[in-house]
């Protein structure tokens, strides 16, 4: 029988099929770890709460963690998590689809529609790119970035390593960075290498590329191939937006962590080291979740900022989290055409449709909602008496884990088990994308559509 035959498959939506194979693969990924004694150093399991808490975050690539995963994990149960965190980054729908490919079938309608919505809205933003060439090259760019960073990794690890633990350490953090997730082999994550500019430099690359996005990446192939070619291939006023806007966030960022540590967890730095510091801190936050410094001992104003980069995220269809840096840049947009008092929405020459201008709205209004009902939660379940316990400190979780970040002031560890199971949601959440998620849960569309509009009767604003 063929996939496209199955009746849930007839009958399911892209988002609810989405949301329903991440579901799926967290709760086997959490089956693993509560069940299997050889993926821990002392052979005992985790709880269900924790190793559904841990499945979620490697799934949805998050990389907050209730275990260390240097010392709590054998080898084996690393790479346990390494599985799931590939699987989470490409997505288990791209993944199915290439194997439809790789059997020599084509893509059904139904399967292009799933797979187009893991990139979103990818005819209407490049309507030059093939769908199954983009599915192929989706596991390409991963698999291939992902192994140019282990082995440029693997030269900078070899020094400090055997050859085997420098290979291991170098696949675990390129796979680890290049899907955004955030977990380290390593206790103090990247705190031992603060000061070591080529690791970080590779990392950052991965992670910017990473958060790129699949169809800003298959653009600039295209671009690339047709390089000599009199006929170049346009970039899309999609992946312009993105570039520009990930241009700017890193640098701003980088900017204003550099002046606010300067004289804070950078004091004992070298000036060159600060400014790698500051610049690392601008890439990481906006969904990567690796720490080079202890947030917990960075100044409030360091930490405000984070929460900001964390909500802004990556690019749509890749493997950062956050409300998608287009989305928050259609927004500035609306807000800056309504104070020209424009009817339109335009940049660079080309007007962004009113369709894409309310779906960001809605994405907006709808994760605000999220968080905030989150931090709620953890405000009312949390003693203020426990250690990590502070209101700056639950924003800053809620917002890292709804944004898919994983970076941490130190409290996730010590939250009780209802608030874990909230910041567990909220992973998945963030993972499957505050549009979808909604999408997912609402009703099947009537086939008909409604005929009339009630009268209109306006209120007032502000």
Known sequence: MRLHELAFWRRSTPSRLTAGTFLGLIAFGALGLHTIPALYVDGVPLGWIDALFTATSAICVTGLIVVDTATHFTRLGQAYLLVLIQLGGLGIITLTSLLILGLGGRLSVRTESVTTSMVPSMSSVAPGLDTSRLVRDVVLFTLGFELLGALLLFGWFLPRFSAADAAWHALFHAVSAFCNAGFSTFSDSLISWQSHAPV?????????????????????????????????????????????????????????????????????????????GGTFMSVTARTAGFNAIDYAQASDASNFLTILLMTVGGAPGSTAGGLKITTVVVIGLVAWARMRGATNVSVWARTIPEETVQRAIGVAVFAFTVVAIAIFLLTTTETQEAPGVGFLREVFEVVSAFNTVGLSLGSIGHLETGSRVVITVLMFIGRVGPLAFAAALALRARTHQQSFSYAREDVSIG
């Open 200 to 276: 970080l430099l590779i990392l950052m690359a991965l992670i910017v590329i990473g958060g790129l996005g699949f169809l800003t990446l298959e653009e600039l192939a295209q671009r690339w191939q047709q390089r000599r070619s009199t006929a170049r291939v346009r970039l899309s006023l999609h992946s312009k937006l993105v570039f520009a806007a990930t241009a700017g966030a890193i640098g701003i960022g980088a900017v204003l962590f550099t002046v606010f540590e300067w004289r804070g967890v950078f004091a004992d730095l070298s000036p060159l080291a600060r400014v790698l």
